[in-house]
């Protein structure tokens, strides 16, 4: 029980800091927190003899990277 009580409280956290930086970046304008997490779920990476093929991110997945203030995969 204590380790699901340990995963609830720290997704807690997760959701809320991802809340405040969508307030803060007002992505909540253009998507909900679902359409965040889903289109990051959209994410495609392959690997063909041993060479990663990443491919394209949308519009939406370049805004959420910028916004999180973090590099985008190549």
């Not at 409280?9 to 992505?27: G, Y």
């Not at 003899?49 to 949308?58: C, D, K, V």
């Not at 370049?62 to 995969?73: C, L, Q």
Request: aromatic share 8%.
């Amino acid at each position: 029980m204590q380790n699901k009580l340990f995963v609830g409280f720290i997704s807690l956290i997760l959701a809320a800091h991802i809340h405040k930086v969508m307030l803060e970046k007002e992505l909540y304008k253009r998507m909900t927190m679902k359409k965040l997490l889903i289109s990051l779920s959209k994410l495609r990476l392959q690997i063909i003899n041993g060479n990663r093929i990443l491919f394209p991110l949308t519009k939406d997945q370049k805004a959420i990277y910028k916004a999180f203030n973090v590099d985008e995969p190549v």
